[in-house]
Nanobody, 125 residues
Framework: QVRLVESGGGLAEAGGSLRLSCEAA????????MGWFRQAPGKEREFVAA????????YYTDSVKGRFTISREYAKNTVYLQMNSLKPEDTAVYYC??????????????????WGQGTQVTVSS
């Protein structure tokens, strides 16, 4: 059983930056992709970014390309989401996800085995 624990959410001004972290607590056997979804008030949950176990492949939704960067730190079993040039439209609850033996694109399509509880990101106008 794996728990995904997010941190790093908070308040930011438009044009500012935040860095989200997600630690996978518990042993995971084999390779797995990790990523992020988000859900804004009144909107459907949407994919944001994903990275493979090897870190060799990343996948982003069009609205965050060039602004967000996903990465992994294997020693801490942690995935990060560096968010730059934030916009008010980025305001949402951000959820960490993980998929065992899943590609980054498949994870982005929703084939996830584990979901975190979410962390709030609010960007002022």
């Amino acid at each position: 059983q794996v728990r995904l624990v997010e941190s790093g959410g908070g308040l930011a001004e438009a044009g500012g930056s935040l860095r989200l972290s997600c630690e996978a607590a518990g042993r995971i056997f084999g390779s797995y992709s990790m990523g992020w979804f988000r859900q804004a008030p009144g909107k459907e949950r949407e994919f944001v970014a994903a990275v493979t176990w090897s870190g060799g492949s990343t996948y982003y939704t069009d609205s965050v390309k060039g602004r967000f960067t996903i990465s992994r730190e294997y020693a801490k079993n942690t995935v990060y989401l560096q968010m730059n040039s934030l916009k008010p439209e980025d305001t949402a609850v951000y959820y960490c996800v993980a998929g065992i033996q899943t590609t980054a694109q498949a994870l982005g399509a929703g084939r996830a085995d584990y979901w975190g509880q979410g962390t709030q990101v609010t960007v002022s106008s």
